[in-house]
């Protein structure tokens, strides 16, 4: 089945910082999507983006479907900001994959 | 206000038992799918439905089972041939293809 690898898998930042996510996957992808899990274990979908470039509030997100990566982009990082970010994709199976997520801590 | 419900939040179990997890969506959604999350790990599925009355196995279905029977509702039952049910378990819901909805969770303790 599809692979789904992210990076770094731990992120420590000081407030006002910018940072850039990265998600890697092994095949083709009809479906990928960011997700951002808050300390509570709350899994909130920040983007769906199959190819192209999204773009919300300080997050934004580019897919290169044929070089088979993602990226979010952090900007201005606040102490909200903490938590797992997870990348999963969907190689049209009907079911998405995720990765094994970026712990990012922002520090005040 | 729409949305997904699962109960309850924490949920403890002695070793040997069967227990189900609920999972009630009211999102029209026609794909429901269960995720088991263990510590500092991704999330992992367990199984998933695109449709009533029919489901797939996931990447860990062995130990759990599911039925479908009503759009919104999607219980997973842990049985006991599941050999570490401990873990915190995330169902979710989407229009097929679309962005994943999920619920708050239930975290399962078994001893």
């Known amino acids: 089945g599809i692979q789904v690898e992210q990076s770094p898998p731990d992120l420590i930042l000081q407030e006002g910082a910018n940072s850039t996510l990265r998600c890697n996957f092994s095949?083709?992808?009809?479906?990928l999507q960011w997700f951002h899990q808050n300390p509570w274990g709350q899994l909130i979908n920040l983007f769906y983006?199959?190819?192209g470039t999204k773009q919300n509030g300080r997050l934004s997100a580019t897919t290169v479907a044929t070089e088979r990566y993602s990226l979010l982009y952090i900007s201005s990082s606040q102490t909200t900001d903490s938590g797992v970010y997870f990348c999963?994709?969907?190689?049209?199976?009907?079911?998405?994959?995720f990765g094994q997520g970026t712990t990012l801590q922002v520090k005040p | 206000d729409g949305g997904i419900t699962q109960s309850p939040k924490y949920l403890f179990r002695k070793e040997g038992q069967n227990v189900t997890l609920s999972c009630e969506q009211n999102?029209?959604?026609?794909?429901m799918y269960w995720y088991r999350q263990d510590p500092g790990q991704g999330l992992r599925l367990i199984y998933y439905?695109?449709?009533?009355?029919?489901?797939q196995k996931g990447d860990i279905a062995e130990g759990y089972s599911v039925s479908r029977e009503k759009k919104e509702s999607f219980p997973l039952t842990v049985t006991s041939a599941q050999k570490n049910p401990t873990a915190f378990y995330l169902c979710?819901?989407?229009?097929?293809?679309?962005?994943?909805?999920f619920g708050n969770g239930t975290r399962l303790t078994v001893t």
């Open positions: 979710a819901s989407s229009i097929q293809g679309d962005i994943l909805h």
């Open positions: 095949d083709s992808v009809n479906n």
């Open positions: 983006i199959p190819s």
């Open positions: 999963a994709v969907d190689g049209n199976t009907g079911k998405l994959i």
């Open positions: 999102l029209n959604h026609d794909a």
């Open positions: 439905s695109q449709i009533v009355n029919d489901f």
